[in-house]
Every structure is written in structure tokens, then in C-alpha cells.
Nanobody, 128 residues
Framework: QVQLVESGGGLVQAGGSLRLSCAASGRTFSNYHMGWFRQAPGKEREFVAAISRSGGSTYYTASVEGRFTISRDNAKNTVYLQMNSLKPEDTAVYYC?????????????????????WGQGTQVTVSS
């Protein structure tokens, strides 16, 4: 089992920044690819960003490319999502997830069904 706890969400004005953290415990953190997903009210959960086990590969959905940065610190069992230039449409509950799937490129990292463990989510609200 892997337990994931997100933090860092909150209310921010458009154009502002937030850094989300996701602390993992349980099994060896470096064995897992990590992803961030989000779900806005009335919408399906969507992929935001992901990072490979070693941190050598990162992937982003087009709408956050250039504004968000995913990173991980395997010594601290933590994955981060730095969010800059936030927009009202970024408002959602953000979830981190861990998966041990085979790395076949971006197509695998963006599939929520491949992630075995999920956090409880943290609310991000961007006001206009």
C-alpha cells in the first residue's frame, strides 16, 4: 500500500502561483511513477502532469504546458506541482496518484486507470 497526502491548495487570484505537495508513505516511493490529476465541478477527472520514477521524464496536458512544473524528491518521498500564471479555469480538486505501470510514453502516464493509489485531493480555487 502507498498512502498519499496532498497539501498546498487554496484560494489565489488569477495570475498567481501555488505549489502543491504530495507526501507518500508505505512502499518504496522511487518504484512509482507519479501523476497529478484534477476534477472541476461537473467535469470528469483529467490528467494534468506526470513524472517518471527517476524524474527523468515529465509530461503535461497542453493547457498547463509552460505554466506548471512537476518535480519529485525521492529522498523526501514527495512530488510537487508548481503552478504559475494560474487561471480561473484551473479551479479544481487536484489529486496526486502513484502507479507502477510500464513506461510506454505519454499515453500511459495520462491514463488515470493505470494509477493504483490516489490521495484525497486538495482544492485549488482561482478567482478572476
Amino acid at each position: 500500500q502507498v498512502q498519499l497526502v496532498e497539501s498546498g491548495g487554496g484560494l489565489v487570484q488569477a495570475g498567481g502561483s501555488l505549489r502543491l505537495s504530495c507526501a507518500a508513505s508505505g512502499r518504496t516511493f522511487s518504484n512509482y511513477h507519479m501523476g497529478w490529476f484534477r476534477q472541476a465541478p461537473g467535469k470528469e477527472r483529467e490528467f494534468v502532469a506526470a513524472i517518471s520514477r527517476s524524474g527523468g521524464s515529465t509530461y503535461y496536458t497542453a493547457s498547463v504546458e509552460g505554466r506548471f512544473t512537476i518535480s519529485r524528491d525521492n529522498a523526501k518521498n514527495t512530488v510537487y506541482l508548481q503552478m504559475n500564471s494560474l487561471k480561473p479555469e484551473d479551479t479544481a480538486v487536484y489529486y496526486c496518484a502513484a502507479g507502477s505501470f510500464v513506461n510506454l510514453g505519454r499515453a500511459t502516464f495520462s491514463r488515470s486507470a493505470l494509477y493504483e493509489y490516489w490521495g484525497q485531493g486538495t482544492q485549488v480555487t482561482v478567482s478572476s
